[in-house]
């Protein structure tokens, strides 16, 4: 029974900012399954800036998006349909053939869900490449430690949020920085010692009053003048982990740093990583962060945006920021 | 029996570039000896980039140098009097009392240097600071690594020479930047697989031709448009030891970098250092910078002034790119 299922392609490569034209939605076959293959349909689908980086023709730790084929992303989803041993009808799984309704493909492409009492969506949030980000971000790349000053950028993002909370489940001072006064009194809410207006004023004069004695850590997403300021402010030894920038994804132009030299001075080290990078760890990763959620340590939020039309703009709106915590499409 | 001698002092400090107003060159007087103080003759000063940033009055891993007092620095003497039972007249000394003919003080201000059979101003070179920073910069900042492709900048200054002759005698390839041929020459001569040269084209072109498959190290002399050529080089996992930026020293202008974000895909490490974080492994260093001095691995060249009337005209040449390898004065 071969069937059709709509799929977002990419329809041309963005220069800078992508436009309506970057994206089309169209109707593509779905084999019939083979032995070992299963049929999914979509249920939630995960938006995430760092597709950004796939769109462009550039070589880097995924192969770039084809001009013409389907996009893809994390998706969690319901079997329907199995002729492999290891899945039935009705199993929740994780998989990366998102920015569409339905899948098919050989059932190693898709995970079942471990047994936790949690929101199928979840799995793309905190307890998926989300909070995976933000955990092996701060604990291993940064090694963020109890007792350690953190500064976090986008703090009311998906991996920010997570980033607040594990923070402070673990002992540490955090300062979050986010658009607005709505998305910094919910920082705040999620624990944040203090949260910083990006809007309202420079980054650097209000990171120096909210740690007069400068930062150890600072997870950054965005770049720019919040990685400058994190220069600026930085203690000795401090540890940056950068996870994304994305003030530049859109952008050709040059990011300018006034403090960069005090590296040598306050010996910062900067490093740049993928959560694939410890996957070997994720037992760890499971383990802890179950426990937060379980705890109420961690909580997540979510944009929920409705239908898979409405995926583009809300891509889109990530660079906007118009999201508050993990942007998902409830297909 | 009070004496003087003549020391250059800061006389204001520079707003960019120094100027001949930014020195005075006095007389001062030197106290009589305590019981367990030294009077020693200055030889050589040692003249480095680094002290541009003690004259700006910033909080660093050295305090600023005050206007109105002396100047410090490296520089290797002979103990003419001696009233501690740990030093001789006629003993050579290395210490930090440089900028000035003579100096006088407690016995703890002075290094007796070890009993190598090499010329004294080694301990300045490639025996002191100089070959320390490029030691430690490369084989524990950047955990450079036989079979390597390393890049470094300023290859033919005091430390980038140290750095090229150091990769090669640990089985790196190597290419060293610098601008003009002669100096390109000197790189190449040094045993550097390739040389730069940084006047005659872009950096990034020339390095893109140099290391066609991409650097593992990078080694920081000079930040700015080197540091984005290797941001966009960088291979995966690669390491970036920060030594110094001379391009910003004398400049308030905003360093911009094109390919910092690719920090994240190819995880790169980039860590500012100072010689002295490594100080419980100054035996290794002597060790094996002894050992590849002696077998001829390592030499030096040194671009020496004479006279302590020259230093400051010798410490502004070093900005205008004026030195091979190290730069000395001989008292």
Same mark, same amino acid.
């Given at each position: 029974?071969?069937?059709?299922?709509?799929?977002?392609?990419?329809?041309?490569?963005?220069?800078?900012m992508?436009?309506?034209?970057?994206?089309s939605?169209?109707?593509?076959?779905l084999?019939?399954?083979?032995?070992?293959?299963?049929?999914?349909?979509?249920?939630?689908?995960?938006?995430?800036?760092?597709?950004?980086?796939?769109?462009?023709?550039?070589?880097s730790?995924?192969?770039?998006?084809?001009?013409g =084929?389907?996009?893809?992303?994390?998706?969690?989803?319901?079997?329907? %349909?199995?002729?492999s041993?290891?899945?039935?009808?009705?199993?929740?799984?994780?998989?990366?053939?998102?920015?569409? %309704?339905?899948?098919v493909?050989?059932?190693?492409?898709f995970?079942?869900?471990?047994?936790?009492?949690? %929101?199928?969506?979840?799995?793309?949030g905190?307890?998926?490449?989300?909070?995976?980000?933000?955990?092996?971000?701060l604990?291993?790349?940064?090694?963020?430690?109890e007792?350690d000053?953190?500064?976090?950028?986008?703090?009311?993002?998906?991996?920010?949020?997570?980033?607040?909370?594990?923070?402070?489940?673990?002992?540490?001072?955090?300062?979050?920085?986010?658009?607005?006064?709505?998305?910094?009194?919910?920082?705040?809410?999620?624990g944040?010692?203090?949260?910083?207006?990006?809007?309202?004023?420079?980054?650097?004069?209000?990171?120096?009053?909210?740690?007069?004695?400068?930062?150890?850590?600072?997870?950054?997403?965005?770049?720019?003048?919040?990685?400058?300021?994190?220069?600026?402010?930085?203690?000795?030894? =401090?540890?940056?982990?950068?996870?994304?920038?994305?003030?530049?994804?859109?952008?050709?132009t040059?990011q300018?740093?006034?403090?960069i030299?005090?590296?040598? =001075?306050a010996?910062?080290?900067?490093?740049?990583?993928?959560?694939?990078?410890?996957?070997?760890?994720?037992?760890?990763?499971?383990?802890?962060?179950?426990?937060?959620?379980?705890?109420?340590?961690?909580?997540?939020?979510?944009?929920?945006?409705?239908?898979?039309?409405?995926?583009? %703009?809300?891509?889109?709106?990530?660079?906007?920021g118009?999201?508050?915590?993990?942007?998902?499409?409830?297909?």
């Amino acid at each position: 029974m071969s069937t059709t299922t709509r799929a977002w392609h990419l329809a041309s490569r963005p220069q800078g900012m992508p436009t309506p034209d970057t994206f089309s939605l169209r109707e593509v076959a779905l084999p019939d399954l083979a032995d070992g293959w299963i049929r999914v349909e979509n249920r939630w689908l995960s938006v995430d800036p760092y597709m950004r980086g796939r769109m462009n023709d550039v070589r880097s730790y995924v192969p770039p998006f084809e001009v013409g =084929a389907p996009l893809e992303g994390g998706a969690v989803g319901t079997v329907v %349909e199995s002729r492999s041993p290891h899945f039935q009808p009705g199993d929740t799984v994780f998989h990366m053939l998102g920015w569409r %309704e339905a899948a098919v493909g050989p059932a190693e492409k898709f995970n079942k869900v471990p047994g936790l009492a949690v %929101e199928p969506q979840q799995w793309l949030g905190n307890l998926g490449l989300t909070g995976a980000t933000a955990y092996f971000g701060l604990l291993h790349t940064a090694e963020a430690r109890e007792g350690d000053v953190v500064f976090v950028s986008a703090a009311a993002g998906a991996v920010g949020s997570a980033v607040v909370q594990i923070a402070k489940a673990k002992g540490m001072t955090v300062i979050g920085s986010a658009g607005g006064a709505e998305k910094c009194a919910w920082v705040r809410e999620l624990g944040a010692d203090a949260a910083i207006d990006y809007k309202a004023e420079p980054v650097l004069q209000a990171l120096m009053r909210a740690a007069p004695k400068g930062i150890d850590v600072y997870f950054d997403n965005v770049g720019g003048e919040h990685l400058d300021a994190a220069f600026a402010t930085a203690r000795n030894n =401090a540890r940056f982990a950068i996870c994304g920038m994305i003030d530049a994804y859109n952008s050709g132009t040059p990011q300018a740093f006034r403090y960069i030299m005090r590296m040598i =001075a306050a010996r910062i080290m900067v490093k740049g990583f993928i959560y694939t990078d410890y996957l070997p760890k994720m037992a760890d990763f499971y383990r802890d962060m179950g426990g937060w959620i379980a705890g109420g340590q961690v909580r997540s939020r979510e944009t929920v945006r409705e239908g898979l039309e409405a995926m583009p %703009e809300a891509f889109l709106d990530l660079f906007r920021g118009a999201n508050m915590g993990k942007m998902l499409i409830r297909v």
